[in-house]
T-cell receptor, first 116, second 114 residues
Framework: GAGVSQSPSNKVTEKGKDVELRCDPI?????LYWYRQRLGQGLEFLIY????????KSGLPSDRFSAERTGESVSTLTIQRTQQEDSAVYLC??????????????FGPGTRLTVL | AQKVTQAQTEISVVEKEDVTLDCVYE???????LFWYKQPPSGELVFLIR??????QNEISGRYSWNFQKSTSSFNFTITASQVVDSAVYFC???????????FGTGTRLTVIP
């Protein structure tokens, strides 16, 4: 597709369950980012992938959060033992190689996660 | 540390009015990038502009214009002759040179009333 796609668009889960969120970046984009947006808030950085380099996990809020990416393709964000505070919209973005920080990030539509 | 402040939480204007969205940032870095994104009701963020900290020239793109003032650490966004389709949440963001992520402000919700 032309843009970043994410699935599912909505996910409702029960507290304590694990969830997996998926991101398909724009073809050719080597950099991929996950952000979290809580209701009425700005975006919080979670994790960054660049090609085959070790990911930057500095934004992950706890060890219940993890993400994987194979090469320059799909990424999955996994939240284990979900808590109500995990309820948010999870946004994925991709860009050309991050270089010196100037490449714009193209965002997907997000996955709205609700933890009951 | 980096910080982006968008003091205006919500703004309402009547169609055709001009509106300015404020953005003030903090960083110790001498080089950085500033961005504006639009988030319409559909939820998908749309890139509007990127500005390098070395370039303080103002920019105009159609009805949009940006005023970057390093002296006051501000990067304000003006929409001229606003339209209903401009209704959205607008985010200002900062990215350090060589950093991987964007630091976002909390956004300004703009409502344009027909």
């Amino acid at each position: 597709g032309a843009g970043v796609s994410q699935s599912p668009s909505n996910k409702v889960t029960e507290k304590g369950k694990d969830v997996e969120l998926r991101c398909d970046p724009i073809s050719g984009h080597t950099a991929l980012y996950w952000y979290r947006q809580r209701l009425g808030q700005g975006l919080e950085f979670l994790i960054y992938f660049q090609g085959n380099s070790a990911p930057d996990k500095s934004g992950l809020p706890s060890d219940r959060f993890s993400a994987e990416r194979t090469g320059e393709s799909v990424s999955t964000l996994t939240i284990q033992r979900t808590q109500q505070e995990d309820s948010a919209v999870y946004l994925c973005a991709s860009s050309l190689a991050s270089g010196q920080g100037g490449n714009e990030q193209f965002f997907g539509p997000g996955t709205r996660l609700t933890v009951l | 540390a980096q910080k982006v402040t968008q003091a205006q939480t919500e703004i309402s204007v009547v169609e055709k009015e001009d509106v300015t969205l404020d953005c003030v940032y903090e960083t110790r870095d001498t080089t950085y990038y500033l961005f504006w994104y639009k988030q319409p009701p559909s939820g998908e963020l749309v890139f509007l502009i990127r500005r390098n900290s070395f370039d303080e020239q103002n920019e105009i793109s159609g009805r949009y214009s940006w005023n970057f003032q390093k002296s006051t650490s501000s990067f304000n966004f003006t929409i001229t002759a606003s339209q209903v389709v401009d209704s959205a949440v607008y985010f200002c963001a900062l990215r350090r040179t060589g950093a991987n992520n964007l630091f976002f402000g909390t956004g300004t919700r703009l409502t344009v009333i027909p």
